[in-house]
């Protein structure tokens, strides 16, 4: 068995357009409403928070709903069509607001930034649970981990292609001295990402035809179905895989509260503790996030010679040791030191052993009919986690000691570890090809 590379690109080109459309949202608009709208901090961040809270909600329901609609252009795509379509027109209305504001500001103009802003971030939520179950509809379950390391370099590519195109429009010869910065080109260009992402996804990727090959491989493969058919057709989920679930679930909160606690504040912890500048402690989660990219596909090759769940756990040891390893290096020095960066790049490769994995291993516990509620469920756990330790972690800063920040996270992913251990599902078979056909993924 061999995954479908090309066809597992083609499908990444919606998370390509995903993660462009969040990495200019998360650049751009906390400097819109603070420069612009004059909008203080603490309701700045609240505002910038409101995305996770509304994919608390919209995610599931959206996943649910895509897993029960019966379009003939298959079940998810109708949401990334209307939900690309509608976002791209709506966030168009953002810099034209933030400029016409600084023209001749006014309090309806505020009030209309943060309404379209709202209907943003719905239009956003409504497709992307959709867009990314659509992976797992059309790879069988023993090639998702390969799968989404693919789909995960896709997002990846989004996001670089945004940083490389504001480089070169937004760099300091073009912007030095600009009262007003107009962002109307960069939006524009990331809705021309969105729609030429979309164009590829109508045009290569034939859902209702690859669902059905996918659907005949599992029903020549019925041992991969964890759960028990009623005699109703439905099918019911044992109490063993359910406690699995349970248990990934809250493994995949941990995992994110020990990683986002410290992407959040490492930045000021860093200029802190270690008298770090700015572009110094970026650069050291830049070497994260390039040691995950780097790790995406071996990682999912690891992962199926030696399994998710390994993977996962290996992954979830080294990140807990590196955070333990930073708050050694505090104890010890007061300045940045080049080995800090080796650190961060072990950082990314622990990253990328978990991420890559756990999707995969959440939807291996449904059948191909709830792949979208169950993708909904991986994501409120994982935006539940991303909304409360900021502030956790902001506190222990605050009331504490700077000094907590590195151990917090460190106890968080060694309890994620713990839960691991009582996963018992969702792991794929363990290839037994040796040499270079391990990593043979076919076209």
Known sequence: ???????????????????????????????????????????????????????????????????????????????????????????????????????????????????????????????????????PDVTPKPLRSKGNAIINLMGAVGGVLYLLITSVLYSKGRTEGLEHISYVPIFAIVGGIMLVALAVIM???????????????????????????????????????????????LSVAFWYIGYNGITTWFTVYAEEMWGMQVGEASMCLTVATVGAIASYIPVGVVASKVGRKRTIKFGAALLALCFFTAFLYTLAFHEFHFMLLVLFALVGVAWASINVNSLPMVVEMCSGSKVGKFTGFYYAFSMSAQIITPVIAGWLLEKISYKALFPYAAIAVAISFVTMCFVNHGDNKVESKIGLDAFDMGD
């Not at 995954?3 to 998360?26: E, P």
């Not at 919209?58 to 939900?83: E, Q, T, V, Y």
């Not at 019925?222 to 679930?249: A, Q, W, Y």
């Open 203 to 249: 045009l290569f990727v034939n859902e209702p035809k690859f669902c059905k090959e996918q659907a005949e491989y599992e029903r020549q493969h019925p041992e991969d179905n964890l759960n028990v058919m009623l005699d109703d057709g439905d099918e019911r989920m044992p109490d063993t895989v359910k406690k699995s679930l349970i248990f990934l679930l």
């Open 1 to 135: 068995m061999k995954l479908n590379v090309k066809r597992t690109v083609l499908v990444g080109f919606a998370f390509l357009a995903i993660n462009s459309f969040w990495q200019m949202y998360d650049s751009l608009i906390p400097k819109i409403l603070t420069g612009t709208f004059n909008i203080s901090k603490t309701y700045s961040g609240i505002i910038m928070a409101s995305d996770n809270i509304l994919a608390l909600f919209l995610l599931p329901l959206f996943g649910g709903l895509s897993d029960k609609c019966k379009s003939p252009l298959g079940r998810r795509r109708p949401f990334i069509i209307a939900g690309t379509l509608f976002a791209v027109v709506l966030m168009m209305g953002l810099p034209i607001l933030d400029n016409s504001y600084y023209t001749a500001p006014s309090s309806t103009k505020t009030l209309l930034f943060i309404i379209n802003l709202a209907l943003l971030l719905i239009a956003m939520g409504t497709f992307r649970s959709p867009a990314v179950a659509l992976m």
